[in-house]
Antibody
Framework: EVQLVESGGVVVQPGGSLRLSCAAS????????MHWVRQGPGKGLEWVSL????????YYLDSVKGRFTISRDNSKDSLYLQMNSLRTEDTAFYYC????????????????WGQGTLVTVSS | QSALTQPPSASGSPGQSVTISCTGI?????????VSWYQQRPGKAPKLMIY???KRPSGVPDRFSGSRSGNTASLTVSGLQAEDEADYYC??????????FGGGTKLTVL
């Protein structure tokens, strides 16, 4: 059974930093593109970032470029999101999600999601 | 403001059919066969219901179907059941923006 478990969400002040983690199990983690998607309080889903199976290719939402860094450790079946220069508008549940295997386009289908971890940016 | 436009709400009685729309432009919904639909029940993680416009993952009831016409994709839920009450989100590849979502539609089973 595929499981994705996020952790690391806390309350942080504007301008602060935070690292989220996602522990994966139930599949060969190193074979798949992984994503972070966020959902602000009472709001819709917003794609944040993806990292290719080997960690060599990353993409970001424009508003987080230069502030967030996605990475992975395939030896630990883990995905990370380093978040710097946090803003109040970054407040959200952050979900880790697995992309389908295949082409770049296939990888944009998110077939399993974690339960999310809450990041609150507030003074 | 979300990249893809969905109606904020939809409703139907048990047994009826309801269709939720997702409108984009030619460089996202209309340009790629990579539209997905996700179901999110309150307090839960999203679940993939439809991918590549009309394909169903294993385990998703065939009451759920997807289609597209031009720049608008649609999710149809036939034979509505109480358990279908949830928020539904569409997504699409969007060129340099990679992946965009709709604002979500709250489906109420009356």
């Amino acid at each position: 059974e595929v499981q994705l478990v996020e952790s690391g969400g806390v309350v942080v002040q504007p301008g602060g930093s935070l690292r989220l983690s996602c522990a994966a199990s139930g599949f060969t983690f190193g074979d798949y593109t992984m994503h972070w998607v966020r959902q602000g309080p009472g709001k819709g889903l917003e794609w944040v970032s993806l990292v290719s199976w080997d960690g060599d290719t990353t993409y970001y939402l424009d508003s987080v470029k230069g502030r967030f860094t996605i990475s992975r450790d395939n030896s630990k079946d883990s995905l990370y999101l380093q978040m710097n220069s946090l803003r109040t508008e970054d407040t959200a549940f952050y979900y880790c999600a697995k992309g389908k295997r295949g082409t770049y386009y296939d990888m944009l289908t998110l077939d399993y999601w974690g339960q999310g971890t809450l990041v609150t940016v507030s003074s | 403001q979300s990249a893809l436009t969905q109606p904020p709400s939809a409703s139907g009685s048990p047994g009826q059919s309801v269709t939720i729309s997702c409108t984009g432009i030619s460089s996202d919904v209309g340009g790629y066969n990579y539209v997905s639909w996700y179901q999110q029940r309150p307090g839960k993680a999203p679940k993939l219901m439809i991918y590549e416009v009309s394909k169903r993952p294993s385990g998703v009831p065939d009451r759920f179907s997807g289609s597209r016409s031009g720049n608008t994709a649609s999710l149809t839920v036939s034979g509505l059941q109480a358990e279908d009450e949830a928020d539904y989100y569409c997504s699409s590849h969007a060129g340099s923006k990679n992946l965009v979502f709709g604002g979500g539609t709250k489906l109420t089973v009356l």
